[in-house]
């Protein structure tokens, strides 16, 4: 992680960027299992809502030099642990992603999962370089796409790289 990247709590003034960032069709298009519509600011801000009052969830902003650039996230899916994120487009191919995610992961007991589309190249880079490995398949309707998308299932596993935590 660099010095200026740093993970914080989300704040409720976070949640302006976030719906910023969810506005740019690409990112919903790459992203692909994503809300069915971006642009409702209602759903979004009563999912947010859902999402933060959880405990079981673990959210965190992604600050780089001050500045607001996306997400991390930690959920219970069923007995799983699965992760997700969204960087700002605007951001991509710094490197963020990848450094927010591992320094969430210092924070998570293993196993912890993920899921990426299987054309999600960059996505699936993050995922690898973190440790992560492909277990599976499957595939959804992704409202990012309108249509059925294959995915890969991902774990980092109990004896996965030590990311300085767990």
Not at 3 to 15: I, K, S
Not at 124 to 129: D, E, Y
Not at 137 to 148: C, H, I, L, V
Request: contains cysteine.
């Amino acid at each position: 992680m660099t010095p200026e990247l740093r993970l914080r709590p989300v704040r409720e003034d976070d949640l302006v960027e976030f719906f910023l960032h969810q506005q740019d069709p690409e990112a919903n298009r790459m992203a692909a299992f994503g809300p069915k519509d971006p642009a409702d600011h209602r759903e979004f801000a009563q999912h947010w809502a859902r999402v933060l009052a959880d405990p079981a969830n673990r959210v965190r902003t992604i600050e780089v030099a001050g500045a607001v650039v996306g997400y991390v996230t930690a959920f219970p899916v069923g007995e799983q642990t699965e992760v997700s994120y969204w960087i700002d487009r605007a951001r991509w191919g710094r490197g963020h992603a990848t450094a927010g995610l591992a320094a969430l992961l210092r924070e998570l007991p293993r196993p912890v999962h993920a899921r990426a589309a299987k054309d999600n190249a960059a996505s699936l880079a993050v995922l690898r370089k973190c440790g992560f490995v492909v277990v599976g398949e499957d595939s959804g309707y992704a409202n990012g796409r309108g249509a059925e998308v294959e995915e890969w299932l991902l774990e980092l596993a109990a004896d996965g790289p030590d990311l300085g935590g767990h």
